[in-house]
């Protein structure tokens, strides 16, 4: 009788024990894998667990196969698995921009651009103006801005409008000029019209001045406009991109967006931040912040000063080649009032937006990083931003981990400027130029971007220019100021988690953990281990494709 019911009893025992361990249904499992987590410990582990998007075990292969199944279970054979790509600072919008105009990307001369223009005016006859982007007088033999004669030669009765490379500049021809109604004696506050010889417009116009021709061109409609969204999409995905940190909207962009993500056409997470205009402002104010799974509006984009390329961004000293322009602002731009500035971030402080300032030169980035640091608290979780941090007086450097700030910043910018950069800041100041290790001491973080359609939509140049800090097909022989590279991981983070918590994501995406999104990319190569060299013909290969 005693041995039937230690019998009795050891069966029930089992059945618990086999009750409790009986394994749950995933709608997939992934094993055999090298996955960078990037959570907090930086963990690698072999598999992970998926129901319903979201990741529910990850850990080694005997962990989460003991604890799930699934009909669809995944060997990936030891390939490299990551959080998905995050670009903390493009233009969505601006890249299907881009691909509905004339690409003059990498154009090295003027004759090659007349080229493409006539090439482009060809196959879109019924164009009522000709609009292009991409040119860069850095990249032509005598580094000078173009003119209008130029273009008046090929296109007398069509307007023409070409923006510049950072988008901080526009070439118009004299047509443009005419229905703008554009004098000598106009001006701009924060912006600069170029003059030629005859003190007439030559034809450039900087920074706050492009309004004056752009309000005159005819906006893409809804119809145009969707095939180009879809267009970007499909770019970024191509380059394992799934959420993007859009800089920089108007409402009724904001609005397009969330009617195509809502119809389905459109799938991409975007981060997007608001233009600061009165327009803008006051429907957020009255609808508060938007906060949906793929797009968010939490933050407001501001303007302090220009680019360096166009000699738009605001130094502290003149630039050191002003003397080779016409141009009359010896120190860059400032595109906004300290006073307004002061009322705006007071406003956003109040109302809790976050605040990204596009701020490049010495100038620009010192006067926002005080003006921050009279609104925010120390500590804070407010999370404002700088957009590009690009040349920072080591100075004002204290200032990002005494308020929180973050910076956010786009590596393949180092790569792209540095055989002009020293011309305009000499070299003195040029130490204080992309300096991505120094910022990253501040906080321990960094946030990074493409700056696409600026740059090329390619996560895989930012990570090279990022840790290599060398020209993608390795034909210069001297890393650019090789004490300011980051490390891979710090640049892996900053593709990944780092970018995510600058958009308050963290707990969402960013990172491969229990309870998060299964957001991840599968790469055939290790980027913690790949060689220079290997990286490189990944890129170029890329590139061919």
Known sequence: ?????????????????????????????????CIYTMNEKNDTVQAMAVINGKIVAIGSNAAVLDDYRS??????????????????HAHFFGLAYALGECNLFGSRSIHDIIHRLKYFYKNNPERKWIVGRGWDQNLFS????????????????????????DGHAIWTNSKAIEIAGIKTFTSVNGGEILLNEQNEPSGIFIDNATQLIEQYIPKFSKKELLPLLKKAEKLCWENNIHCVHDAGLDLWQIQLLDSLQKTGELKIKIYAMALFNHANLNYFLKNGLIEKERLKVKSFKIYSDGALGSRGALLKQKYADIDETKQRNEFGLLLIGKDSLDKILKLLYEKNFQVCTHAIGDSANALILEMYARH???????????????????KDLHYFKRYNIIPSVQPTHAISDRFWAMKRLGVFRLSNAYAYQSLWQQNQLLALGTDFPVEEVSPLKTFFAAVFRRNYDLSDTVSFQSNEALSRLQTLRGMTIDAAYAAFMEKEIGSLETGKYADFIILDFDLMKISREELSQAILNDKSK
């Open 71 to 88: 009909d669809s279970i995944i060997s990936l054979r030891r390939k490299y698995l990551y959080p998905a790509f995050i670009d903390a």
């Open 142 to 165: 005598n580094k000078s801005f173009p003119n209008k004669e130029t273009l008046d030669s090929i296109f007398k009765d069509i307007p023409v409008c070409l923006t510049r490379v």
């Open 376 to 394: 925010l608290r120390q500590p804070n979780n407010k999370r404002w931003r700088i957009e590009h941090a690009q040349i920072v007086d080591k």
């Open 1 to 33: 009788m005693c041995s039937k019911f230690y019998f009795i009893t050891f069966i029930t025992v089992c059945l618990f024990i086999l009750s409790c361990h009986q394994k749950r249904n995933a709608d997939y499992i992934i094993k055999d894998a």
